[in-house]
Antibody, heavy 116, light 106 residues
Framework: QVQLQESGPGLVKPSETLSLTCTVSGGSISSSSWSWIRQPPGKGLEWIGFISYSGSTDYNPSLKSRVVISVDTSKNQFSLKLSSVTAADTAVYYC??????????WGQGTLVTVSS | EIVLTQSPATLSLSPGERATLSCRASQSVSGYLAWYQQKPGQAPRLLIYNASNRATGIPVRFSGSGSGTDFTLTISSLEPEDFAVYYCQQRSNGLTFGGGTKVEIK
């Protein structure tokens, strides 16, 4: 059973860069695609982007200029960097397996608050 | 960007009743549509993919149908644990989610 766990700061200052890591266990990160998805408090889901097993990426056009997703196969981890954050980026951030078609395994999510 | 519109926003039903949730796309997504269930404080759970395929471990009371722009998620007989928010998601052109339908106890 694949398991995912997000980690990173729960508080980020405006204009700074949000950085999160997702650790994958129970399966190889090299065999699938992996995504980041977020959910502002009380709102719906927004896909941020994904990285494939080959390292290619695809991002939500609305966030593309501020997002970088990378993978570290030696650690079975993938990461998210979102720059120039504002209060609008406050959300629960989920990592998930998938991105080509569907998301079949999800992390529990981590709340990131943007505030000074 | 393809916009997914879910209706109704809220569905008030009793256990044992049939639930019918709709997801309409602003343009055709072929069959590349998935459904998720989310309970408070939890991550979404995949229910249906490619419009009509149940994900692993999903009970048979959940079924999906549709193609093109109109899709339906049906729960044949609501169990107490089915009261939650349901989202549709497409990956035909970009990747977007619908706004969700909350299924609440009447």
């Amino acid at each position: 059973q694949v398991q995912l766990q997000e980690s990173g700061p729960g508080l980020v200052k405006p204009s700074e860069t949000l950085s999160l890591t997702c650790t994958v266990s129970g399966g190889s990160i090299s065999s699938s695609s992996w995504s980041w998805i977020r959910q502002p408090p009380g709102k719906g889901l927004e896909w941020i982007g994904f990285i494939s097993y080959s390292g290619s990426t695809d991002y939500n056009p609305s966030l593309k200029s501020r997002v970088v997703i990378s993978v570290d196969t030696s650690k079975n981890q993938f990461s998210l960097k979102l720059s120039s954050v504002t209060a609008a980026d406050t959300a629960v951030y989920y990592c998930a397996r998938g991105g080509i078609n569907r998301f079949d395994f999800w992390g529990q999510g981590t709340l990131v608050t943007v505030s000074s | 960007e393809i916009v997914l519109t879910q209706s109704p926003a809220t569905l008030s039903l009793s256990p044992g009743e049939r639930a019918t949730l709709s997801c309409r796309a602003s343009q055709s997504v072929s069959g590349y549509l998935a459904w998720y269930q989310q309970k408070p404080g939890q991550a979404p759970r995949l229910l249906i993919y490619n419009a009509s395929n149940r994900a692993t471990g999903i009970p048979v009371r959940f079924s999906g149908s549709g193609s093109g722009t109109d899709f339906t998620l049906t729960i044949s007989s609501l169990e107490p644990e089915d009261f939650a928010v349901y989202y549709c998601q497409q990956r035909s052109n970009g990747l977007t989610f619908g706004g969700g339908t909350k299924v609440e106890i009447k």
